[in-house]
């Protein structure tokens, strides 16, 4: 009898230790699939958190573009935005960060590191930010949002909030491409009454919001793309992005001829711009232009601000940023308060959210629409 007992409590202590060491396994060999995965996304990009993140090439607002940009400056910065501040990382005593300070955070080129696992998870994998956030850089909080809470507080357009019907927004801004969970949210869009910006079914009502999309219904859940046929998880079969998208990249391309029209409107009062050249990043101040030679305008954000791409005659192209965009005494020829500037902003913000429409369908059409009467 005793025997048989040692037996077999043996028998399930080896069951135990074996599902143990097969679990560590199973957990060991989702790890290194996981580091595959993101291996390949932006968020491994460790030159890009060199370029963004760190002392050399940002100086002191490596603590503004760290916070979101490297792991180091996210973590730095996690506490205090939990505390209520969402600006720049400061020191402990409250005071702006200095570059020795950021440099010893672990912001300098040889250190940095860019959106890594310890960037998003916890030493036990649970993620850091859950359920709600606090208030982000874009001046809202995304309450009741599940795990989708730890990419919002990144993917924001991290420049405060916009009062919709603010008449003169006094500056020359674009939100910062990472619109999506103001998009998902329904905030921060000129022309729209929050009681017309919906919050998307898809932030409030499927769980995790980004996480369900991007993470949990993506066979590599760690490459955080969403998959094109996602849409079927939830809805029949026929419901597609495609379906969503081609309504509301006609809605962005129309927003971008009405504002390219008016811009084209008033070109003869056009002088002088500062000239920013895509493939060196330079600019050439003082550019005296022949309004003449342009024929048509586009839309290009050119380091945060709304800018403007003067297609010209020859077929050759002049950017300036539309703030720079000066007469011949000097003042620019589009005030703040011109609506091409809010609608600029709107455009931006759809755009940038890179969905065309998918996280906030309604959201998106709606803003497209007020938008474009707004330029009537
Ligand atoms: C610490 C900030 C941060 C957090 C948290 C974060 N991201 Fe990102 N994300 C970034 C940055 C920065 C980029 C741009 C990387 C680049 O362009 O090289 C990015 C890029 C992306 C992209 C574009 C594709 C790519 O591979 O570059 C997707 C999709 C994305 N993130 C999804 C998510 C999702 C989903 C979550 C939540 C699970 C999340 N992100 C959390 C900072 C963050
Ligand atoms: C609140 C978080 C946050 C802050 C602060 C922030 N970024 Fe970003 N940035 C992001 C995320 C997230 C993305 C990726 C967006 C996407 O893929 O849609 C991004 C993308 C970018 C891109 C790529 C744009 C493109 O179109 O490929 C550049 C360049 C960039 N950021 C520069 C900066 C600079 C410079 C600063 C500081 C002045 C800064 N960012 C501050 C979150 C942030
Ligand atoms: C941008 C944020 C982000 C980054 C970076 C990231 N993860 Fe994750 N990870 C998630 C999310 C979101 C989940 C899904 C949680 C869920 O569905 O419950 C997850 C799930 C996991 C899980 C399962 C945890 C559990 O409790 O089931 C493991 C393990 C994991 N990640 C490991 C890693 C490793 C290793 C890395 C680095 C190579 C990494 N993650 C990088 C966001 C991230
Ligand atoms: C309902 C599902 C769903 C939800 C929820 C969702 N997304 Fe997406 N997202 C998509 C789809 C689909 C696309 C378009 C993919 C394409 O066209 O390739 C997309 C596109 C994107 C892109 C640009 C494309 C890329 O991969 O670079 C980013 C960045 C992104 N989402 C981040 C987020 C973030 C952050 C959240 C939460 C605030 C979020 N998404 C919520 C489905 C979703
Ligand atoms: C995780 C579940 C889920 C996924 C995945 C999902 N949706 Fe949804 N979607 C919902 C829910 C829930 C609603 C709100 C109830 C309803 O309208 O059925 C909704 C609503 C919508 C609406 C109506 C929006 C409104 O404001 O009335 C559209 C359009 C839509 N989804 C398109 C898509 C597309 C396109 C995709 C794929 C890119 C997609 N959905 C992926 C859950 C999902």
Known sequence: MGRHRWIRSGLIVAIIVAAF???SVVLVKAQADFRAQWARTG??????????????????SAAHCGRCHSEQGFLAWLPQLEKGNPG???????????????????LNRFSVRPITCATCHQADFKLRVTASTPVLPAGFRAAGVGLGAQCMTCH?????AITWNAPD?????????????DVIMGKNAFFVPPAEAPISPHASFIGDACVTCHVRFNKESHTFKAPANVCTRCHGADVTAGRVQGGIKTLLHEVEGAIGAKVLAARARIAVIRNWDPKTDQYTDNFRVDPAQIVSVDLAEIHGQQGVKFNLRSGAAWYSQLGSVMDASGRPVFATADPIVRAGWNYFLIEGDDSFGVHNPRFARTVLLATLDALK
Request: proline share 7%; aromatic share 6%; glycine share 8%.
């Open 43 to 60: 968020h491994a990009n460790r030159e890009f958190a060199r370029a963004e993140a760190t002392v050399e090439t940002r100086g002191v």
């Open 88 to 106: 720049l990382i400061t020191k402990p005593d409250g005071s702006p960060a200095d570059e020795a300070y950021l440099s010893n955070l672990g």
């Open 169 to 181: 927004p006094r500056r020359y801004s674009a939100p910062h491409t990472a619109a999506q969970a």
């Open 156 to 160: 924001n357009t991290r420049n405060g």
């Open 21 to 23: 060491v097969a679990g």
